[in-house]
């Protein structure tokens, strides 16, 4: 009875060996022909078989052979769109942005730069500290929608932007706040006050008063006595500042007793 189970499935892997060879041939036996025509029409039926790789392929392969002509710009905009559904978002971008600088009038650009844009988007998934793709792809979707203001992509590409906006403020609280957790205060209060400078309206911006306020407490409290009246002066106004703001802020408590302290110091001094 084993046996005979064993052979069933040895016979189904040599059918499978069978039809992947026989596949894989005939792909090879396409690709090294010499008909342009024929591999075309073969590159569209594997894009509408979704297998996007042998697309890309035989769009590449016959390429140079349609420039100039009337198929010039669907070879090459079909060649970056297979990249892109194959989710190779690097060769995608690079093709995509290839495409609508050199077609800047065929019917695909709009689309080709829609797609150049989702293409640097995730791309910026793949860099967690460097800001600068996430900045970069921001460039691309403020051109993008600059020069399609009515496009049907326009909400998604808003989206797409509020997304990195979002991440770039994070990645921005996150790099000034390690200063922070590392207790190195005095760096601290220059890192979270550019960060403040460089975006008033982020959505940390009373973590990063109230950073300030704890950075500058721990530097006046671990300061030389020459330079901690000042120090605690700087406590009581970047007290102010954050209460000024956010009167029943999540820090009150422990901005309270930092301010008091502060205080206490002061007119012992």
């Known amino acids: 009875m084993k046996s005979k189970h064993l052979l069933h499935f040895l016979a189904v892997i040599m059918v499978a060996g069978l039809v992947l060879t026989s596949c894989t041939s005939a792909f090879d036996k396409i690709l090294k022909s010499t008909d342009n025509e024929a591999k075309y029409q073969k590159a569209m039926e594997y894009y509408k078989l979704k297998k996007y790789s042998r697309a890309a392929t035989l769009f590449d392969n016959i390429a140079l052979y349609y420039r100039g002509t009337p198929r010039d710009d669907s070879v090459n905009f079909y060649l970056a769109k297979s990249f892109f559904l194959d989710n190779d978002m690097y060769s995608a971008e690079h093709y995509l942005n290839t495409f609508r600088q050199t077609f800047p009038r065929s019917q695909f650009t709009e689309e080709a730069y829609f797609l150049r844009c989702v293409s640097v988007y995730n791309v910026t998934y793949r860099s967690s500290l460097d800001p600068r793709p996430s900045t970069q792809a921001l460039a691309a979707m403020n051109e993008f929608l600059y020069l399609y203001p009515s496009t049907e992509w326009a909400p998604q590409i808003r989206g797409m932007q ?4 979002g991440r770039l403020d994070e990645k921005a609280f996150n790099s000034a706040a390690l200063y ?6 005095k760096a601290a209060v220059m890192a979270l ?15 990063i008063l109230y950073l300030i306020l704890s950075s500058s407490y721990r530097l006046a409290k671990n300061s030389v006595s020459s330079k901690q009246r000042d120090r605690y ?3 009581i106004d970047e007290y102010y500042n954050i209460i000024s703001e956010y009167p029943e802020s999540k820090y009150k408590r422990n901005a309270d007793g930092m301010h008091t302290e502060a205080l206490d110091f002061l007119e012992k001094k």
């Open 180 to 185: 922070h957790k590392i207790e190195e205060y």
């Open 233 to 235: 002066q700087s406590v």
């Open 162 to 165: 509020d997304d990195l906006r």
């Open 193 to 207: 006050k550019t960060t403040l400078k460089d975006n008033p309206n982020t959505q940390y911006r009373e973590d």
